[in-house]
């Protein structure tokens, strides 16, 4: 049995997801990216988005994450420094949840705005808890991020058509495939 408090534990893990993201190799400085290319499905997954710059020059003040509809379990997670939204929409039909609840409704678009303006320079995280759906195996999705500043804005919402490779997008989409779920989940 773990005898560490809360806190130490919630620590340990964001240690651990820094540490998961450094090592994935997620771009400083390109664009909004995941930490992951990847995630099981089935699995409740911390999906954190990172970035190390603003627009142009000037500093980042939010983050608006599109959540594709196929993602009806999404919580944001607590983030020191920034305040966080979460626009819901209505489902057409509800779905039953991972604990026999029904869900009828799911989170549309989360945004992070940040209580001080995220200078150029220094990288930056937020992160949702995502229960990543099943029966999508092999399918790509992309989470369209509308980068807020203090001057303008950059929209990381472009999307590969059929055959297009997503690194010759000006402006991507974060995205994430979905793979066969683990035995473990």
């Known amino acids: ?3 560490r408090s809360p806190l130490l534990k919630l620590l340990g893990a964001l240690a651990t997801g ?3 993201i450094l090592a994935s190799g997620m771009p400083a400085a390109a664009h909004v990216g995941l930490s992951a290319d990847s995630y099981a499905a089935g699995s409740t997954s911390m999906v954190t988005f990172g970035f190390g710059h603003g627009c142009g020059d000037s500093p980042t003040t939010s983050l608006a994450i599109q959540i594709p509809e196929e993602f009806t379990t999404v919580q944001p997670v607590y983030a020191p420094g920034w305040h966080i939204e979460v626009e819901k929409e209505t489902l057409a039909t509800p779905v039953a949840g991972s604990h026999g609840q029904q869900i ?5 678009v989360i945004t992070f705005t940040a209580d001080e303006p995220i200078e150029n320079g220094i990288y930056a995280m937020v992160t949702l808890r995502v229960t990543i759906p099943e029966g999508l195996e092999g399918e790509t999705f992309y989470f369209p991020v509308i980068q807020g500043c203090s001057e303008g804005e950059s929209a990381w919402i ?5 055959g ?4 010759d997008l000006e402006s991507p989409a974060p995205s994430m495939t979905i793979t066969a779920a683990d035995d473990d989940h």
């Open 1 to 3: 049995m773990d005898t």
């Open 18 to 20: 820094v540490a998961l």
């Open 104 to 108: 009828t409704e799911r989170p549309a």
């Open 158 to 162: 472009e999307i590969p058509q059929d």
């Open 164 to 167: 297009q490779d997503a690194h």
